[in-house]
């Protein structure tokens, strides 16, 4: 829900990828079927990062982006930071270096797959 509380975006959590934080806005990337998504939130990272903290699936990974780490498909990346590979999702997304250590056991505790960096 938007900050204003006008604007109100209901997903699954299945279909939310990412959120990225633009100036006073969120940008919430979610995918329709096979169809990706994006919806513009008067809010902040941190308003919707409290929102989701019940689900151990949502990481914030950088400043300005919080992730849902069951859509992870590959991270590449080195002791600079992580750039991930979200399913159905084309742009990249950053994990910041000072977060490398709790994004590895995080994504080690719900993943698929080892970390590669």
């Not at 604007?7 to 990412?18: G, I, P, V």
């Not at 399913?87 to 505790?109: H, I, M, W, Y």
Request: hydrophobic share 35%; proline share 3%.
């Amino acid at each position: 829900m938007s900050e204003s509380g006008r604007e109100r975006l209901t997903l699954s959590l299945d279909q939310l990828r990412y959120v990225e934080s633009v100036d006073n806005y969120v940008e919430v990337h979610w995918l329709d079927g096979d169809t990706a998504q994006k919806t513009v939130l008067r809010s902040t990272l941190k308003g919707i990062e409290s929102v989701l903290e019940q689900h151990p699936q949502f990481f914030r990974c950088h400043r300005a982006y919080l992730v849902n780490l069951s859509a992870v498909v590959h991270a590449d990346g080195n002791a600079r930071g992580y750039q991930l590979t979200l399913e159905g999702v084309n742009q990249t997304t950053p994990v910041s270096r000072s977060l490398l250590s709790a994004f590895d056991g995080r994504l080690k505790a719900i993943s698929r797959f080892p970390i590669r960096p």
